[in-house]
């Protein structure tokens, strides 16, 4: 059965649906290939993640078993790979370690509650076919944010990759000073081998791009940590190992939503929802045009939303779209979502394989691998193209990454989101008000603007707005009324050319309604010419309509002109010298006749004979 054939709201409630058709064996066969190839890669980056978050490296694992199935089962994207990411991992960090000790019982049981609360948002968004609210968190905000966090990701590795002591839970500035005093004390085999994973993720990258280098890292440092104890022993090179994680499936959990609670991890909750999805949609878009696929952005948030909230219960942290994953998922080849479902079941057997192995990974190699981790964030290109773009895209930028260095990321994001609306509204509030006056050397006398070759009607200001007119923009309208008034106290009828309005609300109707009135008690009027319907409705439903007057609505110029002429002071336009309008010739005095035989013209100037 086509997937047109369905109502919409069983597409929304099975997504399935609507790619069925897709699947076949040799989909499959692809699918399970890119599935075990994302599960494989997945292994050294959830743990690294966890560790990011301050979280059991288990439970970096676990957040790459059940959401990435939920999220491809109930969201629209065909190559989208949900789980753990860096920047989900550093917010879960700064906004719980204020309430407890990274890596306790008390601080899981915050970030469980945080991502059912998380996942509630997202599914809510969604059901409100509340999609487009992403659009609103600019690309600029998206790059401050990434950069700062990928600073404090490799500062708060300082300590793992030197082999020093720093104290948790600093913000920048007391990390960077601790680790200056720090660094004579610095631990050589620790360091060697952080360089191992270091170097060998850049060279397996740069030379063999098909073999996973964060793979060919995590080996390269935990090789030369085995070396390293193997030849002068644990006791002298002292290399912190991460330790054993259960051989187990996740374990059920039950988040705590105490009131309590709710109050403190709701700012947390808002800030990591609005990031979340943007980096779930942003990168399912980004892949849906190179696969030319549409992506729907309230399934999305449906599909996150879920993920998040089965996630809760299964141990499992916030989850959302990967980039690496997603681009690694495309790129191995994956068809449908089932790459991205077998990807989660596979990544199941494999931890219950490897558990045991984790115990030897070096506190160094993951730091290392997060080094790399952190170096990718940084888009040099978009920061370089940011930068030399207009005040307010640098303003954003700069705000959203001072903000996330130096303050919780949480509010950067909000400041930077802040900040953006701030600044669009300030653009729109001023929407262009220019004079327009019919110019006689076009064609049918078409509007052209002011200049001093063409002169304005004595009785009537033309003007054009372009922009919608609400609220934030009646100071400016009325201020630009309130000039013209002053400056041409002679032009008591005022006419604006209003394709460019499509909207105005009820503040900017009042604005419009007022004006009208008071030109019409000054013996002039307002007038209204090329009304869109959309402006005409709002108009109508803000009452505005009947305090311009019906009559005084036009939508074609040469019916407004010749309407407007009509009320115009004739004595006015009988010494009118300037004659911008056609109907205007009436008052022009008619040329003298020529004589008909051809003779001079009493006081013309006699002709002389050319030599």
Known sequence: MPANTYPQWMLRLFPVLSWKERVTPATI?????S???????????AVAFASIAGMPPQYGLYAGMIPPII?????????????????????????????AQPLTPEYVTLALTLTFMVG???????????????????HSVVVGFTTGAAILIASKQLKNFFGVPIPRGGHLIDTLTHFW????????YVLACALATLFGGLLCKRFLP?????????????????????????????????????????PFTVPHLSLDTIKQLAPAAVAMTLFALTEAVSIGRAIGIRSGQMIDGNQEFIGQGLSNIAGSFFSAYVATGSFNRTSLNYQAGAKTPMSAMFAGFMEIFIVLAIAPLVAYLPNAAMAGILFIVAWGLIDIPAIRHILRSNNSERSIFIL????????????????????????????????????RVPDPALPKRKFSERSDRIPECPQLHILRIDGSLFFGSVTYLREEFARIAKEHPEQKHLAIVAQGISFVDLAAADVIAAEAEKRQADGGGLYLINVKKGLWESLEETGALDRIDYRHIFQG???????????????????????????????????????????QEAGDAPQTASP
Not at 29 to 33: E, H, I
């Open 120 to 138: 509630v948002i997202e599914l809510t968004l969604g059901l409100a076919r509340m999609g487009t609210i992403v659009n609103f968190i600019s």
């Open 557 to 599: 110029k040469s019916a407004a002109i010749r309407a407007i002429y009509q009320k115009l002071d004739k004595s006015i336009c009988q010494t009118c010298t300037a004659r911008i309008f056609t109907e205007c010739k009436e008052f022009e005095k008619p040329l003298p006749a020529r004589d008909p035989s051809g003779l």
């Open 35 to 45: 599935g075990l190839t994302v599960a494989i890669v997945v292994i050294p980056q």
């Open 400 to 435: 959203t990454f001072l903000g996330a260095l130096f303050l919780d990321l949480e509010f950067a994001i909000l400041a930077g989101i802040l900040l953006s609306l701030i600044l669009y509204l300030m653009r729109v509030s001023r929407p262009r008000i220019v004079t």
């Open 71 to 99: 999220a491809a089962f109930f969201g629209s994207s065909w190559h989208l790979m949900s789980g753990p990411t860096t920047a989900a991992s550093i917010v879960l960090l700064t906004s719980l370690s204020a309430f």
């Open 210 to 250: 098909r073999f996973p280098h964060l793979i060919a890292a995590l080996l390269g440092g935990s090789l030369t940590s085995l070396a390293l104890n193997f030849l002068y022993g644990p006791d002298v090179t002292h290399i912190p190992m991460v330790g054993a994680i259960p051989q187990t499936l996740p």
């Open 29 to 33: 066969r692809a699918d399970l290939l």
């Open 181 to 188: 005093h720090q660094l004579p004390n610095t631990n050589g």
